[in-house]
């Protein structure tokens, strides 16, 4: 079956990095977008970015120019570098996985349009 293994989540300060990490498997991977969702407490789900099979990548407005998305194929990873950390950005990170020619470009940050789901790792930022 499926399995989205997300790691490298903790705590960090204001202004602050991290890298998180995604490990798929169950999946063949090269065919599927691969996202970043987070949900803070009392809050929806949200999108954060994604990245298409062969590379192009999609942000959320609101973490534009301080994350990156990356994936490498030949090992089924994706990867999300958060840089310029702010406590907003406090969060359970989840990861996602919808089949590429099922997600339209019109609803490619709705979380709806995703197969499967991480069980998320955490990010607290502390100002």
């Known amino acids: 079956q499926v399995q989205l293994v997300e790691s490298g989540g903790g705590l960090v300060q204001a202004g602050g990095s991290l890298r998180l990490s995604c490990a798929a498997s169950g999946l063949t991977f090269s065919r599927y977008f691969m996202g970043w969702f987070r949900q803070a407490p009392g809050k929806e789900r949200e999108f954060v970015a994604v990245?298409?099979?062969?590379?192009?990548?999609y942000y959320a407005d609101s973490v534009k120019g301080r994350f990156t998305i990356s994936r490498d194929n030949a090992k089924n990873m994706v990867y999300l570098q958060v840089n310029s950390l702010k406590p907003e950005d406090t969060a359970v990170y989840h990861c996602?996985?919808?089949?590429?020619?099922?997600?339209?470009?019109?609803?490619?940050?709705?979380?709806?349009?995703?197969?499967?789901w991480g069980q998320g790792t955490q990010l607290i930022v502390s100002s």
């Open positions: 996602t996985a919808g089949k590429a020619e099922d997600i339209s470009m019109l609803t490619i940050r709705n979380s709806r349009q995703y197969d499967y």
């Open positions: 990245i298409r099979n062969y590379g192009s990548t």
